[in-house]
């Protein structure tokens, strides 16, 4: 396992556009709808059970959550920050409120369109059920960020068959080829810790570092 993801702490919550952060250091973003993994992915990767917390209610938190990345320096117990992880809210339309709905337009379309050091967003879905409507309501979103890396992480693949673990994977490769740009795809499964190094790998390249940072 890589330390970089090993270092993550939560430094801060953002609950409205003025309150990013003032840092040039890349960011990475994890979205996805209510109860399809996110939380549970960033735990995994970063080897913390807790690091990320989910809401049981669709909608409730509107926060953007910010966890810092870092690696070794040369003096002891140096830590030298390279980016951070970015929990979005989750997005479950069906049960939120209007103003809620709204609220969460404001503050992760807001980031999402106009935040320079966003480098990539990672977009869990359950692979079972991927590219629901809620999903490509997010995927509108980015459309006018197309120096935008995206990676469909297909969660809770421990669940399909083989044949339906292909037909998951074709479905991201077509979706990924209409909307063009630097798309990849991936099964995943937090519950049985698959697919963690390869989503490491790509949101190390992501982050400018050499692998097994």
Not at 117 to 130: F, H, S
Not at 133 to 159: C, G, T, V, W, Y
Not at 197 to 207: I, Y
Request: net charge positive.
């Amino acid at each position: 396992m890589s330390s970089l993801f090993d270092s993550a702490k939560f430094v801060m919550s953002v609950a409205d556009i003025e309150g990013l952060p003032d840092s040039e250091l890349p960011e990475i973003a994890f979205a996805g709808r209510s109860n399809a993994g996110k939380s549970t992915s960033i735990n995994c990767i970063c080897r913390q059970s807790r690091l990320a917390f989910s809401s049981k209610t669709p909608g409730r938190t509107q926060l953007l959550n910010f966890f810092e990345l870092s690696v070794k320096g040369e003096k002891p117990r140096e830590r030298i920050p390279k980016g951070y992880l970015v929990d979005l809210p989750g997005y479950g339309f069906a049960k939120a409120a209007p103003e809620t709905r709204k609220t969460w337009e404001n503050l992760v379309g807001g980031y999402v369109v106009g935040r320079e050091q966003l480098k990539g967003i990672v977009i869990v879905m359950d692979a079972r059920r991927p590219f629901m409507p809620a999903d490509e309501f997010l995927l509108d979103f980015l459309l006018p960020r197309e120096d935008l890396a995206i990676h469909f992480l297909l969660n809770k693949s421990d669940q399909l068959k083989t044949t339906e673990k292909r037909a998951s994977m074709e479905m991201a490769r077509k979706r990924a080829a209409e909307l063009g740009g630097n798309i990849t795809y991936q099964l995943f499964s937090g519950l049985k810790k698959e697919g963690i190094q390869e989503l490491q790998d790509v949101l190390t390249g992501w982050l400018g570092l050499p692998k097994g940072s």
